[in-house]
Structures are given as structure tokens and as C-alpha cells.
């Protein structure tokens, strides 16, 4: 079964925990905890958090945090990877390992900026971004704006053993053209991959070895994803998945599990352009495929539900190569609340990790990760907002087979 081992609400510690759109990584006994307006750290496993201002890394580089934040703990070289979002459209990439940040109360980090001009020239933005680890790279996508070189979504690596080392580093990227929201593999291994539905019909997948600068793509055909009839009212009455919610038919979640790439999407009742077909789900829900690497056999499964929605899927292998999912889900009858479950194994059990009146869960994006030091656990970020007081409160749950 999946088994929730620790279950902690950082705004029940301190107001200031308080955002949307978590993320969050863990290695040895420290946890760093990211938000659109936050940032915490925990030298206790997850039992207690205190507030790191993501401003103190960007100031330096002469930026201001804006909202997006992602991170990622690196075990092969024992570092935390936070990239954060600046009100300039740049990026501001934090390094610091364990001993680092129990040293400094989490206060010490190296950094990096990555300017988006250096992508799209004058003008450009960064928006939307994600990490993963392969063996010997950190790999990053994210949306590319304005600018005077075109937009599109961006796939970029930077060498783990030269982070490592907190030296200069070289910008390798390319661009996926006509297509957004792009979201590299976690797990990836010795090859960079990156996912996007090309089209309703159709997740592109992009190869990019470690060994060599080629990059190739195909697109492998999946059932085609209804993208009509997202909206879901909650018990209060308001619309938990209106067009404010930031809800959509794109990929959230993608990871690796030996030969298999896991990919996962929100999807909604009906086919667009196909009214005589009606819905084919009853409430929106999670649409996922698995991928067979190199032959490109694929086959597909779905979270859904007669009596409530499922949305904003990710996905993350453990180091034994279970598959987890941290979701949100919640509808007419259920207040939305946060959930993970395990994909894998024996006991493919969905459990809550919230409750009480809600009026809301998600955001863009929630999140999970490998939990190191242990083989088959995960931690997970999800956020609730309560119905009367209309707070967030961000949870960090550790879950496992």
C-alpha cells in the first residue's frame, strides 16, 4: 500500500510559509521547500521548517525573485540545485550541498545567473521551469518569451561535476519549435530526454545522449486527449479548474524507469472539434503513457473517477525504480486536496494527504521527488487553500511502498 510516513504543514509553523506552486527536494537529513513567494529549509527531516529568502541569492546578480522556483537534490555530488525565477524574466541557479546548509542554517549557496537573452536576445523571458538529473547533467526546460529571436519552449544541460566544483559552466541548449510546455525526464540517465505533446494526439519526445551533441526527436501517438470541459465546481460553488486555475492538456509529470518513460497529462471530458462524441470522462482526470525507449511501444493508462476530478500529475522514479505520482483531485462532493500514490509494485494505493473545506489545490504545477538517502520513498509538495480564511498551506509528505 502507499504509506504516508511524515505529513508536515509549513503554514501551521509560520504565516510565512505561505505560496502556491510547490516544489521540493530532500537529501541526507535536509529538506529545502520552494513556493511562488517562498522559500524554507528544514535540517531535521521535514519535522520543522524556517524561512531562507530566495532574494538574498538573486540581489548579488543584481535580480529580484519573482514567483516560479523549482529544486532538486543531486546525490552523485551531493549538492541541492534551486533555480529561481526573477521579476527580470532570468534565472538564478543555487547551489549548495548538505554540509553547506546545516553550516549556515540553509543561508550558504553558490550562484549562478542565466540570462534569457542569452536564448531570445533583447527582451526575452524565461517562464514555466522545470529540473531533472541524468548521470553526468542537469537538465532544465522552460518557455521562452518575447525576445527578438522567436519564442519557444528551451532544452538546456549543464555539467553536474563542473557545478560540483561551483565553476564556470558552459549553456548547452536547443529549441523545440511550435510547441510549449515542454518538461525534461526525471531519471533520465545517460541520455537527456524531453517530452511535449506535439500535438492532441502525439508526445514528441526528444533524445539528446550524453555523449554526444545530436539531438533527435519522434512522436509517438497516444489516444487523443479531450481538452474541452475542464470546469469543476466545488462544494462552495466556485470553479476549481476554471481558466484562472492555469488548467490545461499539457504534460506535467515525466520521469524514467529502466527501458520505460512515464508521462503523465490533465485531461478533460471531451474532445475538442468533436461535440458528437460527448464526454469521454465523466470529470477531468490524469492521462499517462509508457514508452518503451527505442522501439517507441507505448501503452496508456488513466486516474479518473465517476464522481470527482484529477489534475496537476508528477511523476518521479525511486532509486529501487518504483514510479510515484503526487496529484490533486476533488469535485461537487469533495472539497480539491492534495494525494500521492505509488504507480508501481504490488499496491498501487491512492491516499490523501489533506482534508477539511478547501477552495483549492494545485496551482501550475506541484511536484515530487526521489527521497535520499532511502531506495524506495518519495517526498512530495502539494498546497491546500482553506475555504474561510482562504490561507495556503503548503504540506511536505514523505510516502512510500
Known amino acids: 500500500m502507499t504509506t504516508v510516513t511524515r505529513n508536515t504543514d509549513l503554514r501551521a509553523q509560520s504565516a510565512d510559509l505561505d505560496a502556491w506552486e510547490p516544489c521540493v527536494a530532500a537529501g541526507e537529513d535536509v529538506v529545502i521547500y520552494t513556493g511562488n513567494w517562498f522559500a524554507a529549509c528544514s535540517l531535521d527531516g521535514g519535522q520543522t521548517f524556517s524561512s531562507i529568502d530566495p532574494n538574498s541569492l ?11 522556483q523549482v529544486v532538486i537534490y543531486a546525490p552523485s555530488i551531493r549538492v541541492f540545485l534551486w533555480l529561481i525565477q526573477t521579476d527580470a524574466g532570468n534565472y538564478v541557479l543555487g547551489v549548495a550541498s548538505p554540509d553547506e546548509l546545516r553550516n549556515s542554517n540553509g543561508l550558504a549557496w553558490t550562484t549562478y545567473l542565466i540570462p534569457a537573452d542569452r536564448f531570445g536576445g533583447a527582451g526575452a523571458q524565461m517562464d514555466f521551469p522545470e529540473v531533472a538529473l541524468g548521470d553526468h547533467y542537469l ?29 564556470q559552466t558552459w549553456l548547452t541548449f536547443f529549441r523545440a519549435s511550435d510547441i510549449w510546455w515542454m518538461r525534461p525526464v526525471q531519471n533520465t540517465g545517460d541520455t537527456g530526454f524531453f517530452v511535449v505533446l506535439s500535438s492532441l494526439s502525439a508526445v514528441r519526445i526528444y533524445s539528446w545522449p550524453e555523449n554526444a551533441s545530436v539531438i533527435t526527436w519522434v512522436d509517438v501517438a497516444v489516444a487523443t486527449i479531450p481538452e474541452d470541459g475542464f470546469s469543476t465546481r466545488m462544494p462552495s460553488g466556485s470553479d476549481w479548474l476554471d481558466p484562472n486555475s492555469k488548467i490545461g492538456a499539457q504534460i506535467l509529470g515525466a520521469t524514467r524507469s529502466g527501458r520505460d518513460i512515464w508521462v503523465a497529462w490533465n485531461g478533460a471530458r471531451r474532445i475538442h472539434d468533436h461535440p458528437e462524441v460527448g464526454d469521454v470522462f465523466p470529470y477531468p482526470h490524469i492521462g499517462m503513457a509508457i514508452i518503451v525507449i527505442g522501439s517507441w511501444a507505448t501503452s496508456q493508462r488513466y486516474v ?26 476533488g469535485g461537487e462532493q469533495w472539497d ?29 504545477y506541484i511536484s515530487i521527488r526521489p527521497l535520499h538517502p532511502s531506495d ?3 517526498c512530495a509538495a502539494g498546497f491546500i487553500q482553506t475555504r474561510t480564511t482562504r490561507e495556503n498551506h503548503p504540506h511536505y509528505v514523505v510516502f512510500g511502498p
Open 376 to 378: 524506495n520513498q518519495f
Open 139 to 167: 537538465y532544465i526546460a522552460f518557455n521562452l518569451l518575447g525576445g527578438d529571436r522567436g519564442e519557444s519552449p528551451i532544452g538546456l544541460r549543464l555539467s553536474l561535476s563542473t557545478l560540483a566544483e561551483r565553476a
Open 304 to 329: 479518473w473517477n465517476d464522481r470527482h476530478a484529477f489534475a496537476w500529475p508528477a511523476l518521479a522514479t525511486s532509486v529501487s525504480g518504483d514510479v510515484g505520482l503526487s496529484f490533486c483531485w
Open 58 to 68: 538573486c540581489t548579488p546578480h543584481g535580480e529580484a525573485m519573482c514567483c516560479d
Open 336 to 364: 480539491p486536496q492534495h494525494g500521492v500514490a505509488m504507480l508501481t509494485g504490488p499496491n498501487q494505493v491512492f491516499q490523501a494527504t489533506t482534508s477539511g473545506q478547501t477552495e483549492g489545490a494545485g496551482g501550475h
